[in-house]
RNA sequence: GGAGAGGUGGCAGAGUGGUCGAAUGCACUGGUCUUGAAAACCAGCGUACAGCAAUGUACCGGGGGUUCGAAUCCCUCCCUCUCCGCCA
């Protein structure tokens, strides 16, 4: 959520940058500050009443004391009338800050200037490529029947349980996603993350607070019961939510998660979603990190620099895109995305979002820091995926599929404790 | 699930109807003293909103009520702790 004061300040050069994120923002924000200046003038009103409210109730303790209570019943009336015209203004104030809410939640975070205008992903621009793509042997294949052939995944027997998109991982298949989880956990660990395994499960001010509620209720699985809680579309929502009205003391924070994540995916269909390419639950490794406004750019790009590391490693090819304003997030003001090749499929896959959300998160969390005045100030909020699985799982498979058996990577062998799947 | 206790500033902890945004201690910040440090002493030290400012208003777990006036009384919800039961 944008600071209303922020809206203010930058009105005209907020318009237009959200003009590359594809909105028209101009309305909204008219709309907002028209209803912020009836609110100060609501509060000032508010105000000057409840002072003179609080001075007569002082003076008829003052004349109770003193013995004149004639006096006192005499003022009372008086008071009587200010509180209830003081209620009435009060409530007109607070109805006032949730119509500047709900206004403000509708405005997406405004991007960073050098983000590229563009309807759709078509327009991403390309900022490095990574790698050779290795020619396949003859009769390459994707990975939905690489996992079949050697009994890895069984997508059947977890559409029998649970539904489609709910895969069940069978033997080596599942050592291979166990080594990556503790591969990936391994890198942030010593990258300077803190590990943490928070709960799966949210509340809706932890949904508010990230973002994903009000707006996006429809891509998340909500359990009915007495209180409303969310099943984690990514750890981004607990762990940033650690730090909902929290006064940091220093910079950075890094915190990383393994979690499993659920996204309803309402509306996909055909070979996006074949195999492992889009499902409702799967596991993602996150890496989270709280920073100064000034350093927020440069942790970005150290943050891309280390998921990079990590593909280099697992010598996967791949490519860093930075989004064009039509493909950026509601809440982001900078994206970098990962794709690696996928060599059975013959498509890129996305693998890694890393962004930089600057204050937008953080003006929800109330997440603040005390700066060289005392002043408080927003911090910054970053994440990225250090790395979302199924679809390395997809591309390692694919990639590295041989006549013996599929290899494994030398950086993953210590963890899968097998070089080869046969 | 049953019984009880409790939620106050960064922490500890007073405050049961008015002068309480809240004693006191610790912590923290600045100063005096000191060769330096410690100790001692002096001063400062919550957040949000409005205002150029002076200042005003709100906030003692959340919400509602009683009252001229609520941290204090009433209702309700949430949370924490202790004991018992159940349980991986």
């Not at 909204?28 to 609501?42: G, P, S, Y």
């Not at 050098?114 to 900022?127: F, R």
């Not at 981004?236 to 006064?247: A, C, K, Y």
Request: glycine share 6%.
């Amino acid at each position: 959520m944008l600071h209303i004061n922020k809206i203010r300040e930058n009105k005209e050069s907020y318009i237009a940058l959200l003009k590359v994120k594809n909105m028209d923002a101009t309305d909204l924000i008219i709309h907002a500050i028209a209803k912020d200046d009836e609110r100060k003038a609501t509060q000032q009103k508010a105000d000057e009443l409840l002072t003179k409210g609080n001075q007569l109730a002082k003076q008829i303790g003052e004349l109770y004391k003193t013995g004149k209570a004639a006096e006192a019943n005499a003022l009372k009336d008086e008071s009587s009338t200010i509180k209830e015209s003081s209620k009435a203004l009060q409530a007109k104030q607070a109805e006032l800050e949730k119509e500047i809410q709900d206004i403000l939640v509708q405005i997406p975070n405004v991007p960073h200037p050098s983000v590229p205008q563009g309807k759709s992903d078509e327009n991403n621009i390309t900022i490095k490529e990574v790698g050779a793509i290795s020619a396949l042997m003859k009769g390459a294949k994707p990975h939905w029947e690489l996992t079949t052939d050697y009994n890895l995944i069984d997508f059947e027997l977890g559409n029998k349980i649970t539904g489609a998109g709910f895969p069940v991982y069978v033997n080596k298949g599942a050592k291979l996603q166990r080594a990556l989880i503790a591969y990936f956990l391994d890198k942030n660990i010593a990258a300077g993350y803190t590990e943490y395994l928070p709960p799966h499960v949210v509340n809706e001010a932890s949904g508010f607070g990230t973002g994903q509620l009000p707006k996006f209720e429809e891509d998340l699985y909500k359990i009915p019961s007495d209180i409303d809680l969310y099943l984690i579309p990514t750890a981004e929502v607990p762990i940033t939510n650690f730090f909902r009205d929290v006064i940091v003391k220093g910079f950075p924070i890094k915190c990383t998660a393994y979690t499993p994540c659920f996204r309803r995916e309402a509306g996909s269909y055909g070979k996006e979603v074949r195999g492992l390419n889009r499902l409702h639950q799967f596991d993602k490794v996150e890496i989270v990190q709280i920073q100064h406004p000034e350093k927020s750019y440069e942790t970005l790009d150290v943050m891309v620099n280390h998921v990079a590391s990590i593909l280099n490693e697992l010598e996967l090819p791949y490519k860093i895109l930075q989004l064009c304003g039509g493909d950026l997030s509601f809440s982001s003001a900078l994206t970098f995305d990962f794709e690696v090749y996928s060599a059975g499929q013959e498509r890129w896959l996305e693998v890694s979002s890393v962004s930089n959300f600057e204050s937008y998160q953080a003006n929800r969390l109330k997440l603040r820091y005390k700066d060289e005045n005392g002043k408080m100030q927003l911090c910054h909020t970053l994440n990225g995926s250090a790395l979302a699985l199924p679809r390395i799982y997809a591309a390692l498979i694919e990639n590295n599929q041989t006549a013996e058996g599929i290899k494994i990577p030398k950086a993953l062998q210590p963890y899968t404790g097998f070089d080869i799947i046969k």
